[in-house]
């Protein structure tokens, strides 16, 4: 992963600096954007906090595009439908990115936005393996600090909710024949959101259908990724599953990932995650749940995680937790998964470290515990 281009523009400072210089530059980049206010705000007919994911959109969305090699017109204005030619290039051949990100309602009722910096160092990652133009990093923050700032209203009080935000790109270009589109749109919406997933997840190890393979896009968050996965989805649904955990592409052997959400298991003080590669996303969850369990001084794996071995450690009469790790679900707990004709119980009782580890990512999210990783860009 590390020879993966990555064009933005380095920073310097420890970590607690970066977002506040971030935030410096952001303030420059937010003067060039024009803002045209709803009318009239929606946000008295719903109840935000019962809002079900991706449901609502918050009263505004951003909007830029790119053409001629520069991107141009950056606008916050009235969320709305878009006017795309049925020719538009994403439509046919897939060149779409997008992040999925929040802001959190912080316990003095300031607004956070949480590592805006790694998201956008992914969004890099997946625009240049679709062939997409990059934007800045200030152009990406301040479009989601100009947007949360103007819709704050949307931030949703409560722990396990928070204002979900996709910035997202798609090839816009009218053109109806297979080429690299020379047109764009950069767009910010948001959604007020709660709990992802109401209840422990049962998943079914998959290993007839695979999502992605070396030298292909799975570590891009990229359209076709999602569209790809649907059916096998789909088929363990109708067997009583909630979602699949992908196996490697080559072998059918090797633990990947599971829907949206990188997965781990705990035994006793040790962690294990699959390791990063250009099959699976590199979850800013994941990453974030890794840093404070090493610094909670457990022994965190990531290494290849076979089928053989998950099976022979769930048998095994341990307490086993399973769980995905992901921006919209935090962390999911998995209470049953299927490998083969056998089905495994996992641990999910209340003294789980799962439980303890979200919790202790809730605390530095809304400002309950110290972030001491600088992980939170905190709007004024
Ligand atoms: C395929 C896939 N894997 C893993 C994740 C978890 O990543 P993150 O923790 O950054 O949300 C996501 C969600 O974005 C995803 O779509």
Redesign the pocket.
């Known amino acids: 992963m590390d020879n993966l281009y990555l064009g933005y523009p380095k920073r310097q400072g420890s970590p607690p600096d970066l977002n506040h210089l971030l935030y410096l530059y952001t303030m420059e980049a937010i003067s060039s954007i024009h803002i045209e206010s709803t009318p009239r705000s929606r946000i008295n007919d719903v109840d935000i906090s019962k809002a079900l994911f991706g449901s609502v959109a918050t009263d505004h969305m951003f909007v830029a595009d790119y053409a001629g090699s520069t991107w141009n017109n950056s606008q916050i204005k009235p969320f709305s439908n878009l006017s795309l030619s049925p020719f538009a290039l994403a439509l046919h051949y897939g060149q779409t990115v997008f ?3 929040k802001a959190f309602r912080m316990h003095d009722g300031s607004i956070s936005l949480f590592r805006p910096d ?2 956008y160092q ?1 969004f890099c990652r997946s625009l240049e393996r679709m062939c997409m133009p990059l934007v800045t990093e200030e152009l990406f923050v301040s479009a989601l600090h100009e947007l949360v700032s103007i819709d704050r209203q949307w931030v949703p009080v409560g722990e396990d909710s928070s204002l979900y935000l996709r910035p997202f790109m798609i090839a816009s270009e009218a053109k109806m024949g297979v080429k690299v589109s020379d047109e764009y749109l950069f767009m910010v919406v948001g959604c007020p959101t709660g709990p992802y997933y109401s209840k422990p997840l049962r998943l079914k190890v998959e290993t007839q259908y695979i ?1 992605s393979a070396e030298g292909g896009t ?1 570590y891009a ?1 990229c359209g076709g ?2 569209g790809g ?1 649907f059916y096998p989805t789909v088929q363990a649904n109708h067997q009583g599953f909630d979602q699949v955990l992908w196996t490697d592409g080559k072998e059918n052997r090797y633990l990947e ?6 997965v781990m298991l705990i035994t006793g003080n040790t962690l294990i995650t699959p390791p990063l590669s250009f099959t ?9 749940i890794l840093t404070m369990a090493r610094d909670n001084g457990m022994d965190v794996q990531e290494r290849k995680v076979s089928v053989d071995e998950l099976e022979q450690v769930l048998a095994s009469g341990k307490n086993v937790e399973l769980f ?5 679900a935090v962390i999911a707990p998995i209470k049953e998964i299927s490998i083969g004709e056998s089905i495994y119980s996992c641990y999910i009782g209340e003294d789980s470290t799962m439980y303890s580890l979200k919790q202790q990512l809730l605390d530095i999210r809304t400002g309950k515990a110290e972030d001491l990783y600088g992980w939170n860009y905190i709007l004024a």
């Not at 996303?281 to 974030?288: I, Y």
């Not at 995905?324 to 919209?328: F, I, L, M, N, R």
């Open positions: 992040e999925g990100m790694k998201h992914r999502r799975g968050k990724n999602y996965a990932e599971s829907g949206t959400m990188n699976i996303l590199d979850g800013v969850t994941r990453d974030s995905g790790t992901g921006t919209a």
